[in-house]
């Protein structure tokens, strides 16, 4: 299996803009999560879907922030309007039990927000 | 919720010496402890972890320790080679169903 792919790898856009950041989980991996590391705050668990459904998503920063997951083979993650502070790496992980915690993580998509 | 700690936040070592990093957790329900390697450009990815019914675990030249009177929880690297310069996560998984808190990370620095 490739693992867990995400693209882009790297945004750079303007405060304003929107940002879409896409998902493909390892395949039979039915537990998805989106995470955000930053310096300040390290990695911040945002959302995360069982069986493509929105378990959680308190960690969801404000309104801006909207992730989907409309089948078992891709999730996207949206900020609109994307703002500075939003500037971040943004990792996918998967796993096919999300009770053991064993999370494989894509490589990140790195968002700068000029 | 779930709190998790880790100390030291940088670690530098000579090639061939040992490193410790410490984590400690809040939540005694917690039962799962896994540690993560993240390398510069890439996501982390688990290297080794550890259940509450187990005191200890070692492959090659690493092992996890856990105490959970003490609630807390180590990773020991023994004979540290240059690739084994990373920042390492900690974390714990209890209580919430399917959520991991990760410490703040430990960059490891192996000198030759």
């Known amino acids: 299996d490739a693992g867990v792919i995400q693209s882009p790898r790297h945004e750079v856009t303007e405060m304003g803009q929107e940002v879409t950041l896409r998902c493909k989980p390892i395949?039979?991996?039915?537990?998805l999560f989106w995470y955000r590391q930053t310096m300040m705050r390290g990695l911040e668990l945002l959302i995360y879907?069982?069986?493509?459904?929105?378990?959680?998503d308190s960690g969801m920063p404000e309104d801006r922030f909207s992730a989907k997951m409309p089948n078992a083979s891709f999730s996207t993650l949206k900020i609109q309007p994307s703002e500075p502070r939003d500037s971040a790496v943004y990792f996918c992980?998967?796993?096919?039990?999300?009770?053991?915690?064993?999370?494989?993580f894509g490589e990140g998509s790195r968002l700068t927000v000029l | 919720g779930e709190n998790v700690e880790q100390h030291p936040s940088t670690l530098s070592v000579q090639e061939g010496d040992s490193a410790v990093i410490k984590c400690t957790y809040s939540?005694?329900?917690?039962?799962?402890f896994p540690w993560y390697k993240q390398e510069l450009g890439k996501g982390p990815q688990l290297i080794i972890d550890?259940?509450?019914?187990?005191g200890e675990k070692k492959d090659q030249r690493i092992a996890v320790t856990l105490n959970k009177t003490a609630k807390h929880f180590s990773l020991h690297i023994t004979e540290t080679q240059p690739e084994d310069s990373a920042v390492y996560f900690c974390?714990?998984?209890?209580?919430?169903?399917?959520?991991?808190?990760f410490g703040a990370g430990t960059q490891v620095v192996v000198t030759p």
């Open positions: 992980a998967t796993t096919q039990w999300a009770d053991t915690g064993e999370l494989f």
């Open positions: 395949s039979g991996h039915n537990s």
């Open positions: 879907f069982n069986n493509n459904v929105p378990i959680d």
């Open positions: 939540d005694s329900a917690s039962n799962y």
């Open positions: 550890i259940r509450s019914n187990v």
């Open positions: 974390a714990a998984l209890g209580g919430s169903w399917g959520k991991l808190q």
